[in-house]
């Protein structure tokens, strides 16, 4: 029964068209705070790839209190994971939609959230790369969101805790972007896409970890 069961969750989560961070797996739920929670996300491509988000639906972090608590949060979480993995890298496609549209939807949902790799390879030298006109570079990530609300889509890099790179993406970029810059680091390119390699018993085994990570349980 439990393989059906488990069969059943992964065809779901893979069919979804809707916002999954309004509607997020409980199996996958690490830690939920009061505005804010953490959950283990599939296509694991690092040990504990996390995703951080708004409990409540949101087009953007629009005030600066929003801005400033969500940073708290996140640097919170991401300082557990960095003194567990030696290091943890920090993703934003900011301004990008999250569903696919179906026929009873008429907008995009965009649900602001940061992806956490531990344990990554850096990928800062690779966005430059990408970006032949360089990013806008702050000392925190509340200065880098204050600065993306005013851009159509974009990109925010931090290899650090101490350094967060904003790359303009007016024209908008392909879908798990962020993602394609760690799987090009680690040699497998194909894994940028989570559709394709869920791993869901990894990211299952990954939010039991966090789960106790975050508690201080480990």
Known sequence: MTDQTDSHFVTAELERTDCFLCRPAARLLADIDNDFFTMAGLGPLSPCYAIIATIRHLDQLGDVSAIDNFSHYVERIRHTLTERFGSCRLTEHGHSPLCTLANSQTVHCFHPHVLLFPGAPAIQTSANQHFLSGGVVFDSLAEALKYGRDLDQYLL????????????????????FARALIAEQIGDIERASWRDFPGIATAEENAEFLRALIRGDS
């Open 157 to 176: 890099v931090s290899d650090t805790p101490t350094s967060f790179s904003v790359y303009s993406a007016a024209g908008g970029l392909p879908r798990q």
